[in-house]
């Protein structure tokens, strides 16, 4: 399951196994926007054509793109057809963007190995995915069509710091953000690590030792302990980083001006226990409630934050 908040607040788009459903918060309405809503055997792919009569399989991740007035555009990484989808919200036609060899040519013909994140940036219209499998960041330049690999040489690992991105390894990231300055964030999941990308194609750790745990709050992120963060968001203001710091069963947060790392929801205890009447008629500490590997991250213009 992954949960994605539309940018003006109209909708939450939710992610199931076989389908996308979207939410209106106007009205509580849930439909479907993608996938078939049959019990058995509606995971798998059977072309292209009008979204809510063809097949997804196992989607990942969504994102929102609106490049006219007219349209909005439904990113999907449906993980399992080893493809990014794209819906037209308007017309609710949906084909493939990328799935069919490398880099640089044409991405509808470049190979994906369960993508599990895409991210559609809002300044040039790029999409970036996490192509978890294969152990890279890719960018498709939306003028052109073409695909590129921005990190990771296909080989699991970690081979350091400090180098070109193209040059490093990286093992099965999860999620990709990017910042309006251009700066690449990346969970690198099975490194138990956050990196990041600068504006010079260099490769730094921003959070993480590269040994599974968790060693408290109120220290410098490059020096706390993670445990397979799988999902990552950017702030409104972009002064800090929200990550699913999934095994640790917490979500954490940087800021980017400090450094410093700090949890903002999770004790640590993996589980859940409802809240009593009065709890939610006042509200709770987010800090003290249990979660169970939290695993995507969404949020609202106003701040707020969603995670399943």
Known sequence: MSVHVAPDNSAVYLVDRCSVKRVLLSSGNLTTVAGLNLQYGACGFDGEGLATSRKVNRPMDVALFTPTVDDQLLYIADANNN????????????????????????????????????????????????????????????????????????????????SDAKSAMLNSPTSVVVSKLGEVFIADSRNHRVRK?????????????????????????????????????????????????????????????????????????????????????????????????????SITLNGEVYFC
Request: aromatic share 6%; glycine share 14%; proline share 2%.
């Open 83 to 162: 493809r990014v989808r794209m819906v037209s919200l308007t017309s609710g036609v949906m084909s493939t963007v990328v799935g069919g060899v490398g880099d640089g040519g044409l991405a509808v013909n470049a190979r994906l190995f369960f993508p599990k994140s895409v991210f559609s940036n809002s300044v040039d219209g790029s999409i970036y995915i996490a192509d978890s499998e294969n152990h890279r960041i890719r960018k498709i330049t939306t003028s052109t069509g073409s695909i590129d690999t921005i990190a990771g040489i296909g080989t699991a690992g970690y081979n350091g710091d400090f």
């Open 197 to 297: 990308i600068l504006t010079n194609g260099t490769i730094v750790t921003l959070a993480g030792t590269g040994t599974a745990g968790y060693n408290g709050d109120f220290i410098q992120s490059t020096q706390s302990q993670l445990n397979y963060p799988t999902s990552l968001l950017l702030s409104v203001t972009e002064k800090y980083l929200f990550i699913a710091d999934t095994n640790n069963h917490r979500i954490r947060r940087i800021s980017l001006q400090t450094g410093m790392i700090t949890t903002v929801a999770g004790n640590g205890i993996g589980g859940f226990v409802p809240n009593s009447a009065q709890q939610e008629a006042i509200g709770v500490d987010a800090r003290e409630t249990q979660l169970n590997g939290p695993h995507s991250l």
